[in-house]
Structures are given as structure tokens and as C-alpha cells.
């Protein structure tokens, strides 16, 4: 089944601790993103990658990494945590360029940050 | 990078018609436009996408006027479970733009 998954779905951590959200797709897509879902601001992108070792910033980067040494994973690294970085986050996967913008999502990482 | 611009929010009832009209002015030339959906605690998911004109599938239509500064999601007889939020998703067609801009969405809410 061609799927986005998410890990981990659900995570209450402190601020200041080290935390990864992995992110994997078995549709070797091209291009993979994250993006955090805040009550009344919609769907912010935070990062993108086009491609194995090519990513880039979206519109709200600070506080976090990310790296794609395979087509395949995307983590989301949170080096330093903090309060508002709690939220939903989304990551998604879209084929290679001449697919549109038809895009496919996870199922959502709910982190609190304590 | 073209943003858009939706209602809030709209209310329905059950067996209507509802129209969600999206503006983006600023629409590039290799702009598609998509819109999505989403329930609560879930991804959103793909609807429909079109670049001029009008396309339609099994659950919803798209109508973009010939300047394609707006495009109107359409959804036939909507029931209970089309209660969701409606994102409109104005991007290039995945050749050089990684940055895509869903923005706030419209919260659509069907009564019986």
C-alpha cells in the first residue's frame, strides 16, 4: 500500500531535549515536505527537499533540520525544543515534477513540548 | 509565490450545492491549481486539479474564469461527511518549486 508514514504519531517531550520525527515513503517519490498545523493558521510549510541532498527552507524553518540522504526518509529534527514548537505536524511526498501538485500526507505527528 | 485568498468559513445543508471560490491574483503562468481536504487529526487529501477551464471528477468541479485570478470548488449535494476543512493550492507544476502555500483554508460545515 503507497503510503506516508509518520513516527512517532504522538510524543510529550521537555524543552531542550533532542528530538527526531521520521518520516518514510514507499513511493519513491522525488519530493518530500514538512509542515506544522497550528488552530486558525492553517498549513505552514517548514521545510522541502526536491531531491536526495537538496533541500530548503519554507516559510517557518527556524528552530529546525532536516536531512535526506535517501529518496525515501525525511526526518524533522528538533535540536532544542520549545513551547511553541508544539504542534501537528504533517510530512508529504509528491512524485517528480510532472505530477502536479497532487501531494500525499501522513497521518500527523501531535508533539508537545513541555 | 502566488498566495490565496478563502472564506473563513461556510455553512450547508444536507443535499445542497456549495461553491467555495478561491482568489489568487497573483497566479503565474505554469500555476496549477489544487484544491485539498481535510478532516480533523488527518492529512489533507487531494481533490481535484485543473489549469484552465473547467474539470470535474467523481466527487467535485472546478471552474477557473479565463484570467484564472479565482477558481470555485463545487461540491454536488453535499452530505454530513463533507464536513472538513478546504484548502486551494496554487503552485508550478512541481518543475523548479518546492514551496507551496496552502494557507488558512475554509471550514465548511454541513447540517442535517
Known amino acids: 500500500e503507497a503510503q506516508v508514514t509518520q513516527n512517532p504519531r504522538y510524543l510529550i517531550t521537555v524543552t531542550g531535549k533532542k528530538l527526531t520525527v521520521t518520516c518514510s515513503q514507499n513511493?519513491?517519490?522525488?519530493?518530500m515536505s514538512w509542515y506544522r498545523q497550528d488552530p486558525g493558521l492553517g498549513l505552514r510549510q517548514i521545510y522541502y527537499?526536491?531531491?536526495?541532498?537538496?533541500?530548503d527552507k519554507g516559510d517557518v524553518p527556524e528552530g529546525y533540520k532536516v536531512s535526506r540522504k535517501e529518496k525515501r526518509n525525511f526526518p524533522l529534527i528538533l535540536e532544542s525544543p520549545s513551547p511553541n514548537q508544539t504542534s501537528l505536524y504533517f510530512c508529504?511526498?509528491?512524485?517528480?515534477?510532472?505530477?502536479?501538485?497532487?501531494?500525499?500526507f501522513g497521518e500527523g505527528s501531535w508533539l508537545t513540548v513541555v | 509565490l502566488a498566495k490565496t485568498t478563502q472564506p473563513i468559513s461556510m455553512d450547508s445543508y444536507e443535499g445542497q450545492e456549495v461553491n467555495i471560490t478561491c482568489s489568487h491574483n497573483?497566479?503565474?503562468?505554469?500555476?496549477?491549481i489544487t484544491w485539498y481536504q481535510q478532516f480533523p487529526s488527518q492529512g489533507p487529501r487531494f481533490i481535484i486539479q485543473?489549469?484552465?477551464t473547467k474539470v470535474t471528477n467523481e466527487v467535485a468541479s472546478l471552474f477557473i474564469p479565463a484570467d484564472r485570478k479565482s477558481s470555485t470548488l463545487s461540491l454536488p449535494r453535499v452530505s454530513l461527511s463533507d464536513t472538513a476543512v478546504y484548502y486551494c493550492?496554487?503552485?508550478?507544476?512541481?518543475?523548479?518549486?518546492?514551496?507551496?502555500?496552502f494557507g488558512r483554508g475554509t471550514q465548511l460545515t454541513v447540517w442535517p
Open positions: 508529504a511526498s509528491r512524485p517528480d515534477r510532472d505530477s502536479g501538485n497532487t501531494i500525499y
Open positions: 513511493m519513491n517519490h522525488e519530493y
Open positions: 527537499s526536491m531531491n536526495v541532498e537538496v533541500t
Open positions: 497573483n497566479i503565474a503562468t505554469n500555476d496549477y
Open positions: 485543473g489549469y484552465k
Open positions: 493550492l496554487v503552485g508550478d507544476r512541481g518543475s523548479t518549486l518546492g514551496r507551496l502555500y
